[in-house]
Structures are given as C-alpha cells and as structure tokens.
C-alpha cells in the first residue's frame, strides 16, 4: 500500500516536496518511483530511485527536482523546485519489483498510490 501527499496549488518557480508512504515490511527492496498524469494523456515517468539508491529522472525534469528514499521510514520523496505550469498533473508514487529493469516505463510497476494533484499557475 502506498499512500502520497504534499501536493498543492503553488505559483510558478515556487517549490513542492511530495511524500509517499508505503506500508509492509519489504519497501528498502523494491524500486520506487514518481509517475504524473494529466487528464487524457498517457502516464509520465518523472523520477525513480533504485533499490541501491541510483536515481533516474525524466528530462523535463532534470535539473529542477530531486528523488529519494528513507528505507528506515518507508518513505519515499519527490523535491520540486523551479515548478512550471506543465508540471501540472496527478503525481503518482509507484514501487517496483527488482525482476524488472526499466524505470520508465508504468508496466513494470505493480504497486500504486491513489496519487496527489500538483497544480502550478503561471
């Protein structure tokens, strides 16, 4: 189970820091990631950090936010910084099986949040 929060409304340039909080025992092994979504487009991979803590981020992104985890607390995180008006979207926390290797792509993520709307006006 995987629960997210700290979305919001925010003006563009300001800053969000999202949480997601998982539940059970087994969290520090499974891949996590951040997906996002707006109404009537495909899932969006945003960031992922892996098991041994590598990161990966997609290239709208790159620059401007920041993922990582807490294994001790379950929890996982998503700093945005510099946030845009694309940025805009349903923001997902999504955890991954180490039997799959690509970050990218939501097909290989079995376990979702409810997500968390981030809302950037410009």
């Known amino acids: 189970h995987l629960k997210e929060s700290g979305g919001g409304l925010v003006q563009a340039g300001d800053s969000l820091r999202l949480s997601c909080e998982a539940s059970?025992?087994?969290?520090?092994?499974?891949?996590m990631a951040w997906f996002r979504q707006v109404t009537g487009k495909e899932r969006e991979f945003v960031a992922s950090?892996?098991?041994?803590?590598?990161?990966d981020y997609s290239d709208s992104v790159k620059g401007r936010f920041s993922t990582s985890r807490d294994n001790a607390k379950k929890m996982t995180y998503l700093q945005m910084n510099n946030l845009k008006p694309e940025d805009t979207a349903l923001y997902y926390c999504?955890?991954?099986?180490?039997?799959?290797?690509?970050?990218?792509?939501?097909?290989?993520?079995?376990?979702w949040g409810q997500g968390t709307q981030v809302t950037v006006s410009s």
């Open positions: 950090t892996r098991v041994g803590g590598t990161t």
């Open positions: 999504a955890a991954r099986d180490r039997i799959y290797t690509i970050p990218q792509l939501h097909t290989q993520y079995g376990w």
């Open positions: 059970g025992d087994t969290f520090s092994s499974y891949h």
